[in-house]
Every structure is written in structure tokens, then in C-alpha cells.
């Protein structure tokens, strides 16, 4: 057998690119959804109903007789004095808390900046969000990943560091699993965004993410149903048992394995990532997507 040696071209740059698209594409998907059963609305409050009683009075007079056949006059009858009902008082006015006045919302074009402020004010880590027009960025990314599609001109996150390998055993291509390690930090980050934090900023900005929407294509369409779509796009890729093969064509490295090579784009370029990390993705959406339900 011949020595196992690591590999970099062209293909590999392209397919570390791609792979970092689909990244980012989940970590702005997992943002989203795991705030999106905050925003869902809360049941019916209960009915107040009040009982009204009515008390009839009735007023009756009696005459006697008396005597043993001698006829008594009735005592003059007395008009009885009106009851006078004291008035009940008037009910005191409810006391209402005054409703929030709707927080003015930038311009969709210079948003970035106060989304990134805010989701820094409530602790959520942005040093690794990259774009100038996240929202915007962040719904492109989203509705192609639904389609099973992943579009290059997006970025959201800073490029890991490192480079794609491909190992060579005994003349066939491997993924170096090695490569797999650069995507570490990025899903620790991903993995730890607490859904509590992201909540006000999902609700703040929904006005503006459904804007950028409608600006694709869509404007009569709720963005959530395409965040659902998405989700079970990413929980749908397989998670790989081994060594993966692939194939160099020249200009990018494919799957030797058909069953891999034939999946939607987004999911073969997130086998890229390790089974390891897969699966911490995967349990994270399943988390989210169990809130939805």
C-alpha cells in the first residue's frame, strides 16, 4: 500500500468555499428558528363572565276580623314609605398598562448595524458574523437551503481557518478527516446560542426580515414556513460511517458514492463538515424544531 498523502487544488479551495456557505447558511437558520416558537401567539385569555340577580320584592296586607259576627272595620290601610336604595357605587376604572409604543425600526439597507447591536446587548456572541446586509443575507441563504440549494455571493461568518484535504490511498481520494476540525469552532458557537437571548431580536426585526422577503419573490408569504422547510433539509443529510471517497473532476471533488453524489446541494456540502459536527447540528434543530411543534 502506498503512503497516505494530504492533497490541496483548486477543487479544494472551492469546495472549502462551498462548505463554508452551507455553514453559515445553518447558523443564520439556527438563529431563527430557535426563536421562532417565542413569537408564536399565546392562547385565548378566559372570558370574564358576571351573574346579574334580580330580587323581586312583594308587598302584601292582611286584614283580620275579629269579634263573634260583629263587623270590624279594616284599619285604614298606610301607604307604606318608598324604600329608597342607596345607589351603588360607581365602579372604579380599570387600571390598564399603557401599551409599548412600537420601537421605529431602521431602513432595511442600514439595519446591520442595529441588529448587530442588539443581539450584543443581549449576549449573543456576533465576532464571527460577517456582513454588511445580514438580513438580507440571511433570508437569500435560507430560502435556497430550503430548496436544497446553497448560493456563493452570501457570506454571513467569518472563514474558518485551514484548508479541505483529500487523502490518497492505494490511488483512490479520501476526505482528510482532519479537515473536519476546522469547523469546530464555528459549530461551538452555533450550538450555543440560547433561543431566551434571541427571542427580542426575532420579534424586533421581523418586520424588516419579512421585507427582504418580499424583496426575493415572496411577498405575500410568511418567512416561517420557509425556516421550516429548511430545517428538515439540513435533518434529512446523512451522516457519513467512515472514510468518505471522492472523485477529483478537475475543478471540484465529487462523491464516489452515487447515493451521496445525487443529494441536494446543501446536504452534500454539509457532509463536508464531519459526522461529528453533523450530528451537533442536527441535535440542535431538533431541539428547535420541537419547540415549533
Known sequence: MSDDRVETSPAT??????????????????????????????????????????????????????????????????????????????????????????????ELDSSTPTVLQNLDSTDVNIRPLKSSQLIRDAVVLMDNISNGSIVRERTIVQRPDGRFSVLEVDGEL???????????????WFVSLQPEALVENYELFKPLIQEAYAE???????????????????????????????????????FADDSYESLPAAQKQLMRMGPENIQRVKKKLREIR????
Open 216 to 254: 426575493i419573490g415572496y411577498p405575500e408569504s410568511d418567512f416561517d414556513s420557509t425556516l421550516l422547510e429548511a430545517i428538515e433539509t439540513v435533518l434529512e443529510t446523512p451522516v457519513p460511517d467512515g472514510l468518505v471517497q471522492v472523485e477529483d473532476d478537475s475543478v471540484m471533488y465529487t
Open 290 to 293: 420541537r419547540a415549533l411543534q
Open 13 to 106: 479551495e472551492e469546495a472549502s468555499r462551498k462548505t463554508t456557505w452551507v455553514v453559515v447558511t445553518l447558523i443564520v437558520l439556527a438563529v431563527i428558528a430557535a426563536i421562532v416558537w417565542w413569537w408564536l401567539p399565546a392562547s385565548d385569555d378566559k372570558k370574564q363572565q358576571t351573574e346579574t340577580v334580580e330580587v323581586d320584592q312583594q308587598q302584601s296586607s292582611e286584614v283580620e276580623v275579629e269579634g263573634y259576627g260583629e263587623a270590624v272595620e279594616p284599619e285604614p290601610e298606610i301607604d307604606p314609605e318608598p324604600i329608597t336604595e342607596e345607589p351603588e357605587p360607581a365602579p372604579e376604572p380599570e387600571t390598564t398598562e399603557p401599551e409599548p409604543e412600537p420601537v421605529a425600526l431602521p
Open 174 to 188: 479520501y476526505i482528510d478527516e482532519s479537515s473536519y476540525r476546522r469547523y469546530d469552532a464555528l459549530v461551538d
